[in-house]
Nanobody
Framework: QVQLVESGGGLVQAGGSLRLSCAVS????????MGWFRQGPGKEREFVAA????????RYADPVKGRFTISRDNAKNTLYLQMNSLKPEDTAVYYC??????????????????WGQGTQVTVSS
């Protein structure tokens, strides 16, 4: 059984930084790509970033390029999202996702089989 547990969300002022973590348990999620998605108030869930198991490839959504960095520590079974220069429009619930089937840094939500419960990030202006 795969479990993804996010942490690190909170309230931050615009221009500040946060680092989200996602602890992964369960062998089925290993060796495959992982990603972050978010859902803002009144919005649909959207892709943020993804990374392959081998760190060889990563992908970012245009709104976060240059500000967010995705990384993973496979030895610790943990996924990270470093978020810098935060903006009020980054306010959302952030979800960790694990593929379990493909090792490509894909932005397609349908490629991810496992999801965390989400962590709230609120950026004040």
């Amino acid at each position: 059984q795969v479990q993804l547990v996010e942490s690190g969300g909170g309230l931050v002022q615009a221009g500040g930084s946060l680092r989200l973590s996602c602890a992964v348990s369960g062998r089925a999620a290993r060796n495959y790509a992982m990603g972050w998605f978010r859902q803002g108030p009144g919005k649909e869930r959207e892709f943020v970033a993804a990374i392959t198991w081998s760190y060889s490839s990563s992908r970012y959504a245009d709104p976060v390029k240059g500000r967010f960095t995705i990384s993973r520590d496979n030895a610790k079974n943990t996924l990270y999202l470093q978020m810098n220069s935060l903006k009020p429009e980054d306010t959302a619930v952030y979800y960790c996702a694990g593929s379990g089937s493909v090792d490509a840094a894909t932005s397609r939500a349908s490629s991810y089989n496992y999801w965390g419960q989400g962590t709230q990030v609120t950026v004040s202006s």
